[in-house]
């Protein structure tokens, strides 16, 4: 954790320090391609600099997550060192899953792909008709 207000980071450093994506390369894919907001605005470049006290915002996965940065990592360690470095403003609600499952797909008698019996059938007959 930094002490100094005054001490930047790059913002693809710090989204990979806070585990927020599995490698540097995907954090700066995700900051260039225009997803990410810090206080509102718009960040395109990687090497923008973010200090304890912004706000990042940017998709992950089905959410947008709402993060207050509260410290800079010198390293990229453990989860619960990296849970240390943000405030999630807007925590993502956990997925509800059905109690029913869905029943299974079903298909009309005939549709579908033949059975090795189906196809010694019609390989019989068209061998009878004299359609090979």
């Known amino acids: 954790m930094s002490a100094e207000p ?14 927020f994506f599995k490698s540097r390369t995907l954090a700066a894919k995700s900051v ?48 619960s060192e990296a849970r240390a470095l943000y405030t999630d403003l807007d925590p ?4 509800v899953k059905p109690d029913v499952p869905p029943p299974p797909a079903e298909r ?5 792909r033949p059975t090795k019996k189906e196809r010694r059938a019609i390989d019989w007959l068209k061998s009878w008709l004299g359609l090979d």
């Open 6 to 19: 005054d001490e930047k980071l790059r913002i693809d450093k710090w989204l990979w320090h806070a585990r």
């Open 32 to 79: 260039t391609g225009g997803r990410v907001r810090v206080n509102r605005q718009v960040v395109k470049k990687a090497n923008h600099a973010i200090q304890p006290g912004d706000v990042l915002t940017f998709p992950l996965g089905p959410h947008v997550r709402v993060i207050e940065v509260t410290g800079l990592g010198a390293r990229r360690g453990p989860a």
């Open 92 to 95: 993502p609600q956990p997925r």
């Open 108 to 112: 009309e008698p005939g549709s579908g």
